[in-house]
């Protein structure tokens, strides 16, 4: 296995919008952003990710590219960006930008050329087709955020597809001229001096010939046709030419999401000989807690699914390839209200999910707020909401006779907007993030869960996860060690080993809020282990006995 900087790193994710504002108009900004640059050089982070700042209506938050060039209005402007990647350069981070180009907006320029006609030069840039013969849609693909994934358009009779909202067309990569486009946009970001990509729904990007109707789903109008575009025929063709074309050459890193990839497909996409990607971010381990209806479709999370599941794709990757590892993002719940306690064992909980993931193989992805356990929202009128995507979910199912009561039940627990909050920076006004209105309603815990209040308290959740990147940054085992998971059988407790080079690292974790034991296995019997990281006040050094004692949410890492 190869020394990349990037196995060695951890990433935090900023959400511009809500992370920091610094002229008061209610929205994070990228000068907010460098005023808390001291704070996340003191957490440790090594790589900072930031969702797109690039000009943009807005439709998906900056998903809906309008200017690939540009520094959205709201967020400042290109100097300020000059500024921001100096500053975090200066203190020894380095810096991966967005990359969405399974489509753009439809306000971009070449998709305002792409509508004129059917002869235009940019019409190919975009996925057009005529109707059914009845005039009906070309195919029954579904838009992820609800209806049909084809917007009909009168000015030359055709549709074009949108795999996302009406605004955010498809982008056709059979087209070289727009790959070219693609890549020497690319080169234009790596040559300012970026250090990298996280590319959205990069898998997308090819799609099967014909666009064939995809499987009906049982009691819908649309089916979901990722059969059709996901991982599709060119796909692992298009990322190695774009490896070649616009990565060669940079020490930069890349990280592909994939809806729909699995462990056998990744390895493939990460394999360092194929030149592709670095590593991608899989949806499996968070797709758990779905039923078969989809993300909305709440079902409780079975702790044997999620051994049985990281194990597999820390097993998949342990030669070839790589693993990230997260547990949330801007898309996702706050992981301590999903999978933890977000009450009476919030910082117990949060701390035990972070020592889980932290101490696997990969790249562990912090999202903001994750090291002050933030929790979720709940807001009363679904009007305080956001997120284009609950929304529309919101209207379609009002449409079909949900009650308002069912329909948030599951934003509660699955919406966007529970990662998007802003900040909470302090107990002041909107939690020190704006002077002004917030964009998005401030989680009213904000007095209680606090940056100001994490990081004067030596026990809290920021300490454990600057502790938890600082163990990565000085032990190789958690970098390049393998991995493996014991006491598959118990129900209560997720438990591995890692092993380099004779010495291993034991990981105990209590996943519930009830004590329980751990039999430790007989060839730890007698060995001495030497405590690394604790969420409980644990001896430092003990003979590991046969049992071991768990608290609620108990987390112990022991060197042996
Ligand atoms: C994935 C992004 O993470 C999400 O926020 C966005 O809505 C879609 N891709 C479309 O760009």
Same mark, same amino acid.
């Given at each position: ?381 679904? #009007?305080?909401?956001? *997120?284009? $995507?609950? /929304? ?7 449409? %079909?006779?949900? =009650? ?92 591995? #080993?890692?092993?380099? *080079?004779? $010495?291993? /690292? ?7 809020? %009830?004590?329980? =034991? ?43």
């Amino acid at each position: 296995m190869t020394k990349q900087w990037w196995k060695e790193s951890v990433v935090y994710q900023i959400y511009p919008r809500s992370f920091n504002d610094s002229n008061g108009d209610g929205i994070g900004d990228l000068k907010g952003i460098t005023e808390k640059l001291d704070y996340l050089n003191e957490l440790g982070a090594d790589v900072l990710w930031l969702s797109p700042v690039y000009d943009s209506p807005n439709d998906d938050n900056g998903y809906d590219i309008r200017n690939y060039k540009a520094i959205m209005d709201e967020f400042g402007t290109m100097e300020d960006w000059e500024e921001l990647l100096a500053e975090i350069h200066n203190r020894g981070m380095r810096l991966i930008m967005d990359l969405v180009v399974n489509h753009s907006s439809d306000e971009h320029a070449w998709f305002a050329e792409s509508r004129k006609s059917k002869d235009n030069p940019y019409r190919d840039y975009y996925i057009w087709r005529p109707g059914k013969e009845d005039g009906s849609e070309p195919n029954n693909w579904e838009s992820a955020f609800s209806g049909s994934a084809w917007k009909y358009e009168e000015a030359t009779d055709e549709y074009y597809l949108h795999l996302f909202s009406k605004k955010q067309p498809d982008l056709n990569w059979e087209n070289p001229t727009l790959r070219e486009e693609v890549y020497e946009m690319m080169r234009w970001w790596l040559d300012k001096g970026i250090d990298g990509f996280r590319m959205d729904v990069v898998n997308f990007i090819s799609k099967v010939e014909g666009l064939p109707d995809g499987k009906p789903q049982e009691g819908k109008k649309y089916a979901s046709g990722g059969e059709y575009f996901m991982n599709g025929p060119r796909i692992h063709e298009f990322l190695h030419e774009m490896n070649q074309k616009a990565m060669k050459g940079y020490d930069a890193m890349t990280v592909g999401e994939m809806p729909g990839v699995t462990p056998e497909i990744a390895r493939k996409y990460t394999d360092e000989e194929r030149e592709e990607v670095n590593m991608v971010f899989q949806f499996e381990h968070v797709d758990l807690d779905s039923g078969p209806g989809g993300k909305w479709d709440l079902r409780p999370l079975k702790l044997s699914d999620l051994k049985e599941n990281l194990t597999k794709w820390q097993k998949a990757l342990e030669e070839k390839g790589w693993n990230s590892l997260y547990m949330n993002n801007h898309d996702q719940p706050r992981m301590v209200s999903r999978f933890g306690n977000d009450k009476e064992y919030r910082v117990e909980s949060a701390k035990m999910l972070a020592t889980l993931l932290h101490m696997m193989k990969g790249t562990p992805f912090i999202f903001q707020g994750e090291e002050l356990g933030m929790t979720n929202v709940q807001f009363d009128s679904i #009007e305080e909401y956001e *997120d284009i $995507e609950t /929304l529309n979910m919101y209207k379609e199912k009002r449409e %079909e006779g949900v =009650s308002h009561q069912d329909i948030m039940k599951s934003i509660y627990v699955k919406g966007r907007d529970n990662a998007r909050t802003p900040v909470q920076w302090n107990d002041g006004l909107n939690a020190g993030f704006t002077t002004g209105t917030p964009w998005l309603k401030v989680n009213p815990n904000y007095t209680e869960i606090n940056a100001e209040q994490a990081v004067n308290d030596p026990d809290s959740t920021f300490h454990y996860y600057k502790k938890l990147i600082n163990l990565r940054h000085t032990n190789e085992i958690i970098v390049y060690g393998g991995y493996d998971l014991l006491a598959e059988k118990d129900d209560s407790v997720f438990a591995y #080993e890692r092993t380099l *080079d004779g $010495e291993k /690292l034991l990981v105990v974790c209590n996943f519930y809020g %009830e004590e329980t =034991s751990f039999e430790v296995p007989s060839h730890y019997a007698g060995k001495e282990g030497t405590l690394l990281i604790s969420n409980y006040d644990n001896e430092a050094v003990r003979e590991l006995p046969e049992s071991i004692g768990l608290r609620p949410f108990e987390a112990a890492v022991y060197k042996v």
